[in-house]
């Protein structure tokens, strides 16, 4: 059975079940698997046939492995990606010789987050029936997560869903991918303040769960719960496979908040996938360039970007990758975390970590007008659309590409149509909503509208719930 442990190696060591349900570890880490599966290329070479609920069964399945039967994993992710409107799931579009995007936006949302949210809501609701136990999610969205979070779980019957935004301040079809979904467990929440104060109320209530009454567990559903990282791993391996790998390494470009996207292509690349080179691709809230290019961290003001599923002071999920680079030692993570997060001086790694870090990694910062000409080019190369997250992944793999004979793979994070503004400064016209979002502007919204108060949120969450 997979075992999960704390990357600040002071937290008891979890099964996954008990990660699942569990946000960060109790020393202020985050789990990690103790033990990476590696695949043989004959075996990752026997899989190229596979559609793509069948892989992600193959790669998942060592994960939750002793919590989760095969057969049941089978037939829920065989139900989450009946989901998505494109056959392939996650299809590969061609943008140049050697060049693609793979289109991770064909889920119900329509942003790559579809494919860990619509797998761990399933997930939750399997073990909780299992325990006979409810549970509570809050989160704080400014767009995608929000959004995934409530469709992933809209069927559970044992999860009631609690999601924050900053009232009016959300575009019309981020706010009705939210409000118009039913189901009595959904509770919108529009806070009159804005995304911080939001955010801020969801981690006063993680520290301090006194208003549950003890009787319901708080889940977080970020991206720090190891669950979401797991699923993401598949669609590496699923375009590789398309694309002629494992015979042959590929390159990726991830547009990066959280790093947690990122961070599942590492994990393919230690279970085993020739990838020959991972780029960090940020917006102007670029810590992670600043890290890798100056050997400098330092947590600047939070920019509110065009990109906003970019938007991040820190990136939470870098600290996985910190605890690999320094050999896994949980007390040297512990003092590294303790002064990155202290936010008062400049952090440098020591220059092994870092040399380490930069034959992983390439990385590059993209500012809104270089997001919006790259979104032009594209656009008049091929006739295609990217959405600017994309654009930023695009604008990465085209400046610092290190091998051009080698397969260039952005993930496509989005589809346009989410992020309206961007799309009409580039001068394009909206384009339409997919088929089953055609009525979305048309459809009933729920939300209830709160001041920025926490006693007033938990009162509202507290009578939700013990109704
Ligand atoms: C969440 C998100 C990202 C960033 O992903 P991370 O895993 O946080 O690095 C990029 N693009 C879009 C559209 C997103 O929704």
Partial sequence: MMKYISTRGNAPELNFEEVLLTGLADDGGLYVPKDVPQFSQA?????????????????????????????????????????????AVAPL???DHNEYVLELFHGPTLAFKD?????????LDYVLERRHEKVVIMGATSGDTGSAAIEGTKTCRNVDIFILHPHNKVSAVQRRQMTTVEGDNIYNIAIEGNFDQAQDMIKASFADKSFLKGERKL?????????????????????????????????????TGNFGDIFAGYMAKKMGLPIEQL?????????????????QYEVHELLHTITPSMDIAVSSNFERLLFDLYDRDGQALAELMTRMNAKTDVVALAEDKLAKARELFDSY??????????????????????DPHTAI??????????????PMITLGTAHPVKFEEAVQRAGFDVPALPHHLKDLMERAERLDVLPADLAAVQKFVAEKTFK
């Fill in 219 to 255: 889940v977080a559903v970020n991206s720090i719960n190891w669950a979401r990282i797991m699923s993401q791993i598949v669609y590496y391996f699923y375009s590789s496979l398309n694309l002629g790998g494992p015979l042959r390494p590929m390159a990726y470009s991830v547009p």
């Fill in 43 to 87: 075996e990752i070479e026997s899989w190229r046939d596979l559609p793509y609920a069948e892989l992600a069964h193959k790669i998942i399945l060592p994960f939750v492995e002793g919590c989760v039967d095969s057969a049941d994993l089978k037939k829920i992710l065989d139900e989450v990606y009946a989901s998505f409107d494109h056959k």
């Fill in 279 to 295: 780029i960090i691709a940020t917006n102007s809230n670029d810590v992670l360039h600043r890290l890798m290019s100056k050997n």
């Fill in 93 to 95: 579009q061609q943008l």
């Fill in 393 to 406: 992944g695009v604008k990465a793999a085209r400046t610092v590409r290190r091998n051009n004979s080698i």
């Fill in 115 to 123: 494919f860990a949210l619509q797998t761990l809501g399933r997930l």
């Fill in 365 to 386: 910062a993209c500012d809104e007008d270089t997001t919006v000409a790259t979104m032009q080019e594209v656009y008049a190369e091929s006739g295609y659309m990217l």
